[in-house]
Nanobody, 123 residues
Framework: QVQLVESGGGLVQAGGSLRLACATS????????MGWFRQAPGKEREFVAT????????YYTDSVKGRFTISRDNAKNTVYLQMNSLKPEDTAVYYC????????????????WGQGTQVTVSS
């Protein structure tokens, strides 16, 4: 049973930074491509970033390029999302997800999901 637990969310002013973490257990983390998605109130789930199993390849949605960085520490079974220059439109519940294959941007391609962590960016 693969478990993913997000942490690091909170309330921050526009222009500030947060680092999200997703700790995994019950599987072989180093074999998973990982992704971050978000869902704002009244909106559908949106792709944010993805990273290959060894961290050599990353991909981001256009709205976060240059501001967000996805990374991973396979020794700690953890993936991170560093979020800088936050904007109010970044407010959402952020979810991490895992798949035992190459990187992807479609949520349907991911097999395992965390419970989400709330990020709120004030104006």
């Amino acid at each position: 049973q693969v478990q993913l637990v997000e942490s690091g969310g909170g309330l921050v002013q526009a222009g500030g930074s947060l680092r999200l973490a997703c700790a995994t257990s019950g599987g072989t983390f180093s074999t998973y491509a990982m992704g971050w998605f978000r869902q704002a109130p009244g909106k559908e789930r949106e792709f944010v970033a993805t990273i290959s199993k060894f961290g050599r390849t990353t991909y981001y949605t256009d709205s976060v390029k240059g501001r967000f960085t996805i990374s991973r520490d396979n020794a700690k079974n953890t993936v991170y999302l560093q979020m800088n220059s936050l904007k109010p439109e970044d407010t959402a519940v952020y979810y991490c997800a895992a798949r035992p294959f190459t990187i992807a941007t479609n949520s349907h391609e991911f097999n395992y999901w965390g419970q989400g962590t709330q990020v709120t960016v004030s104006s």
